[in-house]
């Protein structure tokens, strides 16, 4: 055998194995085709097509962080270098305050999704709080006789006196629903703000808006909203309530109907609350009017019955009232103004600033004056928020 009968038989054979090894190939199966995530402009910006359903969703919140001093602050806190007044003798006499700031970096995460029934409208949104803040501990003796946020080596020297025990300035993480609802239609079932706050708007556009009270916070209820499609609405629940004395005692629920009238010029709005609890009856009226495309201007007036706090009349007295507006300067920044009275002659006063340094960063400071009881307070608040 010469070299040349070699070489053409080894290329014939490497031709043999090869075809043999193709013929064994694996055969990739071709990807199914990728279903991007579609645009959904029904509801507005920010929606999209859950995947393979007709359902969209929206995800948002904000990144939220606070500093407060002064009224909005920690005050009378007791002193943790040196606590203890003394006299001549060495003996404590009293406790040795300051006063500190108030913290708060809160995370908002919020779901919003809506499809389209036969209905109405099928919505569902959940807005979940996370957060660290800064807060006044009790130092009043807790459970086992043990004072709170107190020393364990001087429970025994304060027990043994009769001292006014300031609070203890501390942190803490929470968490929490702040909204969750559901909605088809007209009817609504959710743990929200009450709906004698949100019928009305809730107050002014400042961020301490109820140095005198508005709302009696968050509850459970079920509603029902007749919308006329001509601006007019109106709207009747029934509320859990909230707190030891809000929350229903019985199956008697309280009772919440209002109604509204928005028309390009403005909006008039009334609540009345039923308190189920006491038998009370509270209501507001309010009446914004939009004087320009840079200036708006609103008053609101609240009345109660009964001689008891119901869970609807939460100011000080019979009534209330609250007014201001916005100034808006240019589209990054504005000027928000609101003051407050009631019967208990609580008198209330915020001005504050908003500035939008980039879209979705808002800066805004504010100050605040209030009298209760003839007792003058100030306070300084400033707020930082990253919205998405």
Known sequence: MNIKSLLLGSAAALIAVSGARAADAIVVAEPEPAEYVRICDVYGAGFYYIPGTETCLKVGGYLRYDIGVGEFGHEDVLDK????????????????TNDTYYKMMRAQINLDARSETEYGTLRGFIALNFQRESYRQSALPGPGGS????????????SALDLDLPGISNTRNA???????????????????????????????VINDDLVRYSPGKS????????????????????EGAGVRGTIDSYVPHVVAGASFTQGWGKIAAVIG????????????????????????????????????????????????WGGGQYRFTEKAALDVQLSYDDAETFGAVVGMRYDVVPGLQIRPEIAYVDRDGDDNWGGYLRFQRSF
């Open 220 to 239: 459970h209820y079920i509603a029902y909203t007749f919308d006329g499609g001509n601006g007019f609405s109106a709207t009747v629940g029934v509320e």
């Open 175 to 205: 968490w929490g629903i702040d909204h969750a609802i559901i909605q088809l239609g007209g009817l609504t079932l959710a743990y929200s703000d009450s709906l004698f706050e949100t019928l009305t708007d809730s107050a002014g556009s």
């Open 81 to 96: 270098k040196n606590p203890w007044v003394t006299d001549a003798a060495g003996d404590i006499i009293d406790a040795r």
């Open 147 to 158: 004072i709170i946020g107190v020393p364990a080596e001087l429970e025994g020297v304060i």
């Open 274 to 321: 039923y308190d189920a609890n006491f038998g009370e009856v509270a209501g507001k009226a309010r009446v914004d009017v939009n004087v320009n495309d840079a200036l708006s201007l609103w008053v609101m007036a609240g009345l109660r019955d009964g001689d008891n706090a119901s869970y609807y009349g939460v100011w000080g007295g019979d009534w209330a009232v």
